[in-house]
């Protein structure tokens, strides 16, 4: 399967604090992207790295690609309570459809 | 629109009953995608509209499945004869297509129950 597998599945940590999540796949791709969902309905996009990109960072998130491992990493940094949510990572490769991963469920405790 | 509109919210049916779902893209986005999400799952791709060319069909589970888009904006997904198993958030998203990055811009999802 191309689709990426996110580690671990359910985090839990206190205000403050950082979180991490991986994300692993089989496929040469096009980019990877980082998606967030609440209560289990729509997704917003988040942060996209190109396939050619190490690193990027956008407010308190940075995103990590290391194509000859073929895994990503998505941190938060000083996470707040708002930051609970399900995170998804999608790769694009030749097909236009992005193929997502089952999530890593984030909860952030005050 | 602002934003990906889905219609219905919620959707409770019964089993054997035909049921259809609703997406409004954004205005002037090309590309639209059905996706499906069952209970705490990942998203299932389903089925990708881009412009005029002919939709990628191959993630639809069953021939139950169909989904037409017309006037190339809004897009109607079809189950016939529905299952319990196909209770799930079925989702929408759109994008500009070929002419820009695949950032997908989601709606909020039809939640279907099948009884």
């Known amino acids: 399967s191309q689709q990426g597998e996110e580690d671990p599945q359910a985090l839990s940590i206190q205000e403050g604090e950082n979180a991490t999540m991986n994300c692993s796949y089989k496929?040469?791709?096009?980019?990877l992207q980082w998606y967030r969902q609440n209560s289990g309905r729509g997704l917003v996009h988040l942060i996209l790295?190109?396939?050619?990109?190490r690193e990027k960072h956008s407010g308190r998130l940075r995103v990590t690609l290391d194509t000859s491992k073929k895994s990503s990493s998505l941190l938060i940094t000083a996470s707040r309570a708002a930051d609970t949510a399900s995170y998804f990572c999608?790769?694009?490769?030749?097909?236009?459809?992005?193929?997502f991963g089952s999530g890593t469920r984030l909860q952030v405790q005050p | 629109g602002a934003g990906v509109s889905q219609s219905p919210s919620n959707k409770v049916t019964e089993k054997g009953k035909d049921v259809e779902l609703r997406c409004d893209p954004i205005?002037?986005?090309?590309?639209l995608y059905w996706y499906r999400q069952s209970l705490g799952q990942g998203l299932e791709f389903l089925i990708y509209?881009?412009?005029?060319?002919?939709?990628?069909k191959s993630g639809l589970p069953s021939d139950r499945f169909s989904a037409e888009r017309t006037g190339g904006s809004v897009s109607t997904l079809t189950i016939q004869r529905t299952q319990q198993e196909d209770s799930a958030v079925y989702l929408c998203?759109?994008?500009?297509?070929?002419?820009?990055?695949?950032?997908?811009?989601f709606g909020a999802g039809s939640r279907l129950t099948v009884l």
């Open positions: 999608a790769i694009s490769t030749g097909r236009r459809a992005l193929t």
């Open positions: 496929t040469s791709i096009n980019n």
């Open positions: 790295i190109r396939s050619n990109e």
């Open positions: 509209f881009q412009g005029n060319s002919a939709p990628d």
């Open positions: 998203a759109s994008n500009l297509g070929v002419s820009g990055a695949n950032v997908l811009t």
């Open positions: 205005s002037g986005h090309t590309a």
